[in-house]
């Protein structure tokens, strides 16, 4: 009995110092004293501010632009990618997922430099810069995602398809697709998080006069914090929910189907 | 069209990895070994030896270090009572300990700087309990506070999946051929989960040792890591072969750690969080 | 008859508010080859895992070799388990999985490298000491898992459907494989399973159980021969279960014919179920047998034709060796020593019939 209340205890601790911060902003975001410290009645003004200020919401359109752009584009590429693959021999196939693990491992920082050191040989820093470096992270999570999916399929179905008459392109989209299709979706979620998250890529390759939110709340902060960025946090964070949601309602209804 | 090859669908990818991701890593190397006229030199390189970039990767190492310690340690319990949860809902419950992982970085490091700041709300709770202000803002402690928030759940769930995968029977078996609750846990559970525990520390510790967001924000400036060194090489002082020498040595670092822990991976197998 | 050395005495076992076992009282005796047979949540693999000290009874206590053991954990007990899934430990070799246990009770390395040789010739898997369990089949993984439990020396080996997960031609191999491995090892072994060939080929006792209750116990040819009550007709091969009255001892009405039976002391006049083994149905032309039916399906089986006749609205199922055609008009008769008469449950709770040993 001991036990069970010294885990649940334990268990109270740290998901209280996992998200008694982001209370903390939630609850700031109302409050309608400057103060982080005192409760001047309840507002929503910050909420307004936030909405006329144009720092913030220029950002967020580039946020929204990039991360759509990246991960519709990385999904497209990485799920023809992960398909390509799949068919290769086994060698072939190590040097890519070896690469494709590159982006993923390597420090964030390197990354964007590098990629900064590049691009400035050819272009000017901007927009289609930072969107190149996202794709760049977003393909390999679409692929991982993808390929597990696609290993499950049954290589048998597809060729009693093709046996059956039916085209490769008809076998895929009947046979194949269904099965990588939650792959699929996830990976673009997946893509769609690490984009709206990115900081550190963003902020090597962006050039002057881009900002996403990462590196607008970077500039920011490093002069003060402003109450609209509590509620700018509140609205990221309920988003951050909604996308989880989504994600695990997608894989909750495909278990349903496997059972 | 039965032959259509369906490697060449890797084509656009395969040259995307040519052109951002091998390319990059070739120009860095490039910049890194030689000085601003272009002609080899191993000085950018060797210029980790100076004093203050000696100290900023001493201290880099240190917090890391202390930071996925700390993780490893709030993590492997709450695995554990994670794990061992009979309830309807424990996928849930997980999600929910792993969440904060989902929420943008910037807005959790916002987050601290409130409550650690001298007039924030942790000095307030102080001051109401009769304590003494604590001044933990801009302090390297600040910025370990910071890395354990920002990594935990990148411990927490490797730790986790790999602990899950232990099936009963097998602890059941342990029990019948004699095992003791400890030694189940010592001989069953510990080595089941060590390629869990590799990976949540890679996974901790090459991001903390890379960081220079956290250490700028929490750190104010006074605590200078290898990646601060660099940002600064790149952004305020232009010298991009010293950065890019630096970020050699950094990778170096990197590859080393992930070559490290795979040594030790006797399984082979990662465990991979996604 | 050998001594007593398990007793499960008014055990009863609930999970989430349902019973899985309801006042079981059942005794093992030494060197026995015990089954427990019956559907999936019949409560079988409770009882063993009961034993096993996986789970502690909600009443009534476990007795080994006299002394109770009801809370005794797991590793303090003279029992070893074989699980259904194997359970070896994928981060331990061969080796290192079967000297487990004696690593654990600290015995000498000699021994225990003894010990590692002798379980693995008893196995037929010499030499497999250094390979790695996922290199294993599924039999050679479940050869080392019983390895594994019998280097222990436990006095009952407990095995819960340990054949399971094998296919038809390797599980009947192992069958007898474990007969064997019983006759050399000379101690109790208690096994879990659905399948009931498995138990009538291997068993010296046979426990049918059903919805937490103990059916029937006996010996392969009591429980094939002599089924108590329907269920264990019906679980136990094919048989034709009908619904009869017993008219008076040693007379029994089905389908509107009066026959001759051996049973007696049912009363007269009561409802009774009247079971027969389809092997134990004759086929004869018609003015011969006491019913005239129409065969309406043959199907060739190899050692026998299996007939359906519809006879007074029951299809009839036969077994015979004899050829027969689709449609013919036949006499059925049964002998009167092979028409068996069950009790018919009176109630819902009495279809699980409880009866002591």
């Known amino acids: 009995m001991v036990k069970k209340y010294s885990s649940r205890i334990y268990l109270a601790i740290i998901f209280l110092f996992l998200y008694l911060p982001i209370m903390v902003l939630i609850v700031l975001s109302f409050n309608d004293s400057k103060s982080r410290v005192v409760w001047g009645g309840f507002t929503g003004k910050w909420y307004v501010s936030m909405l006329q200020n144009e720092t913030i919401m220029e950002s967020f359109a580039t946020t929204l632009q990039i991360t759509l752009t990246a991960s519709i584009l990385a999904t497209v590429i990485g799920t023809l990618a992960a398909i390509g ?24 920082i390197v990354t964007g430099i590098s990629m900064m050191l590049l691009f400035v040989r050819f272009t000017k820093l901007g927009f289609s810069t930072v969107l190149i470096a996202h794709l760049t992270f977003d393909i390999p999570y679409v692929i991982l995602n993808v390929l597990p999916k696609l290993n499950a399929t049954s290589k048998s179905a597809y060729e009693a398809a093709l046996d059956l008459g039916a085209s490769p392109l008809y076998a895929f989209y009947k046979i194949v697709w269904p099965d990588i299709r939650p792959g699929v979706f996830s990976g673009f979620l997946m893509a769609v998080t690490m984009s709206l998250d990115d900081f550190s890529i963003t902020y090597f390759t962006k050039g002057a006069g881009v900002n996403t939110l990462s590196t607008m709340l970077y500039t920011e902060l490093r002069k003060g914090i402003r109450p609209e960025m509590y509620a700018l946090s509140t609205l990221l964070f309920l988003i951050a929910l909604a996308l989880l949601f989504i994600m695990n309602y997608g894989s909750s209804r495909k278990n349903e189907i496997n059972n | 069209m039965y032959n259509f090859k369906r490697q060449f669908l890797s084509g656009p990818y395969i040259i995307w990895i040519v052109g951002f991701i091998v390319l990059p890593i070739l120009v860095i190397c490039y910049y890194g070994i030689t000085d601003a006229s272009g002609s080899f030199t191993l000085e950018n390189i060797i210029a980790i030896s100076e004093p203050i970039h000696m100290k900023a990767l001493l201290l880099s190492l240190k917090l890391a270090l202390v930071s996925t310690l700390l993780c490893l340690a709030l993590s492997y319990p709450l695995a554990m009572i994670l794990n061992g949860l009979h309830v309807k809902h424990q996928s849930f419950i997980v999600f929910i300990f792993v969440l904060p992982m989902w929420m943008n970085f910037m807005l959790r490091i916002l987050a601290w700087q409130l409550i650690l700041s001298n007039n924030g709300i942790l000095n307030t709770v102080f001051q109401a309990l009769g304590l003494p202000r604590v001044s933990l803002l801009n302090t390297p402690a600040a910025v370990v506070f910071g890395m354990v928030y920002d990594y935990l759940p990148f411990m927490i769930l490797p730790i986790y999946n790999s602990m899950s995968r232990i099936g009963n029977d097998i602890v059941d078996a342990a029990r019948d051929l004699g095992c003791n609750k400890f030694q189940v846990f010592a001989k069953i559970i510990l080595p089941l989960t060590v390629s869990g525990v590799l990976s949540g520390i890679i996974m901790v510790f090459v991001p903390a040792l890379t960081s220079f967001v956290i250490s700028n924000l929490l750190g104010g400036g006074k605590v200078l890591l290898i990646g601060n060194v660099i940002e600064q090489e790149f952004m305020q002082n232009t010298n991009w072969n010293m950065g890019s020498g630096l970020s050699i040595v950094l990778m170096i670092f990197v590859i080393a750690s992930m070559a490290f822990m795979n040594s030790h991976n006797k399984e082979g197998e990662g465990t991979a969080v996604w | 008859m050998e001594k007593e050395l398990i007793h499960l005495s008014h055990i009863s076992k609930s999970y989430d508010g349902s019973l899985v076992l309801d006042d079981l009282d059942l005794k093992i005796r030494e060197n026995e080859f015990m089954t427990l047979l019956g559907p999936s949540g019949c409560g079988k693999t409770t009882t063993l895992r009961l ?44 080796a290192e999985n079967i000297a487990f246990g004696l690593k654990i009770s600290k015995k000498s390395k000699s021994y225990i490298s003894d010990k590692i040789k002798y379980a693995l010739k008893l196995v037929n898997l010499d030499g497999f000491e250094k390979r790695s369990v996922d290199s294993l089949s599924g039999g050679q993984q479940q050869r080392i898992a019983i390895a594994r439990a019998i280097v222990n020396e436990p006095k009952v080996l407990l095995l819960d459907e340990p054949l399971g997960a094998l296919d038809l031609k390797l599980r009947q191999d192992m069958q007898y494989e474990l007969i064997r491995l019983k006759e050399e090892l000379g101690i109790t072994f208690v096994y879990v399973t659905h399948d009931q060939e498995e138990a009538l080929t291997m068993s010296d006792t046979i426990v049918v159980m059903n919805q937490g209750y103990i059916q029937q116990i006996g010996t392969p040819e009591d429980i094939y021969n002599e089924p108590t009550n329907a269920f264990v007709a019906d679980f136990i091969g094919d048989s034709n279960i009908i619904d009869g009255t ?81 449609g013919t008009h036949v006499g059925i008769s049964v002998i009167p020593f092979n028409i068996q008469i069950m009790n018919k449950p009176e109630s819902s709770d009495e279809k699980a019939v409880e009866i002591d040993v």
């Open chain 1, 85 to 108: 693959i799949q068919a290769m021999r086994r060698k072939g196939r190590a040097i890519l997922l070896g690469a494709t693990n590159i982006p993923l491992l390597n420090a964030d």
């Open chain 3, 51 to 94: 034993l096993g000290g996986f789970e502690t009874p909600d009443a009534g206590s476990v007795f080994f070799d006299g002394a109770d053991i009801t809370a005794l954990p797991p590793n303090e007990r003279k029992l070893n388990t074989v699980f259904q899934k194997y359970a070896l430990f994928p981060h331990m070799s061969i």
């Open chain 3, 246 to 326: 017993m008219i008076k001892d040693k007379l029994v009405n089905i389908l509107g014919v009066t026959i001759p039976c051996v049973d007696t002391g049912f009363g007269q006049n009561k409802p009774v179920d009247v079971v027969i083994r389809p092997e134990d149905v004759e086929l004869s032309d018609p003015p011969n047998g006491f019913m005239e039916g129409d065969i309406v399906s043959i199907i060739f089986k190899g050692v026998h034709y299996e007939i359906e006749v519809r006879a007074n609205g029951y299809d009839w199922l036969v077994h015979t060796t004899k050829l027969f055609s689709v």
